[in-house]
C-alpha cells in the first residue's frame, strides 16, 4: 500500500483479554518500529524489528507484551492479560534500513481497556 | 539515557505571529534530530531533520537548527498559519541500525484567525 498501515483503529476490550494490534508497514521498509503513547506523554519505544528479526525489545513494559513479525512484512503486537494502563494508542512505523531515513508511521490503534 | 524535553503547550498564536517552540535533548553519542508533526485527524509525519551539528532542517516555513553547545533543536517559523495548528514532536535518534526515537510529549500549537 501507499503507507503504513494499522488495524483495527479502535479496539475497547476487558481488563484481562488479549489483544492483537496489527501492522503493514510500507513495501520494502525491513525496519518496523512500534510505539506507545499515553494521554498526555510522548511516544514510548517499544521494539525495533529488522526484517523479522527484533534486535531490540528493550521498551516492551512487561512479559504480557510480545510481537513478532512475518519476513518483511506485517506485524502483530500482542498484548495478553490486558491492565487499565495498557490504554494507549500504539503506533507503528516502517523505513528503509539506510542510516538517517525517515520512520513513516501508520494512524495508530486506540486501545481502551475498561 | 536519552531524552527530550520541548516547551510545554498549548500555545497558541494569532495569524502571522513568530513562532519558537523549544526543545533541547540529552543523548550518548551524537544524535541525530527531528521535528514531527501531528495534523487534526491525520498521522505522525516528519516535518524536518538536522543529521550533525549546526544543520539547519527546514521545510513547509518552519527551520531548526542543531546546536550542539546549547543541546537544543527549537523550532521556528516567522509567520505562521492557520493550517499550522498541529500537535509537534520534538525527537532524536542515536544508533545507526537501530533509529528507535525518542519524543518529547508534543507541543499542541493553535493558530488563531
Known amino acids: 500500500g501507499a503507507g503504513v498501515s494499522q488495524s483495527p483503529s479502535n479496539k475497547v476490550t476487558e481488563k484481562g483479554k488479549d489483544v492483537e494490534l496489527r501492522c503493514d508497514p510500507i513495501s520494502g521498509h525491513t525496519a518496523l518500529y512500534w510505539y506507545r503513547q499515553r494521554l498526555g506523554q510522548g511516544l514510548e519505544f517499544l521494539i525495533y524489528?529488522?526484517?523479522?528479526?527484533?534486535?531490540?525489545k528493550s521498551g516492551l513494559p512487561s512479559d504480557r507484551f510480545s510481537a513478532e513479525r512475518t519476513g518483511e512484512s506485517v506485524s502483530t503486537l500482542t498484548i495478553q492479560r490486558t491492565q487499565q494502563e495498557d490504554s494507549a494508542v500504539y503506533l507503528c512505523?516502517?523505513?528503509?534500513?539506510?542510516?538517517?531515513?525517515?520512520?513513516?508511521f501508520g494512524d495508530g490503534t486506540r486501545l481502551s481497556i475498561l | 539515557g536519552n531524552s527530550v524535553t520541548q516547551m510545554e503547550g498549548p500555545v497558541t498564536l494569532s495569524e502571522e505571529a513568530f513562532l519558537t517552540i523549544n526543545c533541547t535533548y540529552t543523548a550518548t553519542g551524537y544524535p541525530s534530530l527531528f521535528w514531527y508533526v501531528q495534523y487534526p485527524g491525520e498521522g505522525l509525519q516528519l516535518l524536518l531533520k538536522a543529521t550533525k551539528a549546526d544543520d539547519k532542517g527546514s521545510n513547509k516555513g518552519f527551520e531548526a537548527t542543531y546546536r550542539k553547545e546549547t543541546t537544543s533543536f527549537h523550532l521556528e517559523k516567522g509567520s505562521v498559519q492557520v493550517s499550522d495548528s498541529a500537535v509537534y514532536f520534538c525527537a532524536l535518534s542515536v544508533s545507526f541500525g537501530n533509529e528507535k526515537l525518542t519524543f518529547g510529549t508534543g507541543t499542541r500549537l493553535t493558530i488563531i484567525p
Open positions: 512505523a516502517s523505513s528503509l534500513i539506510y542510516q538517517n531515513q525517515p520512520q513513516h
Open positions: 524489528f529488522q526484517g523479522n528479526s527484533a534486535p531490540d
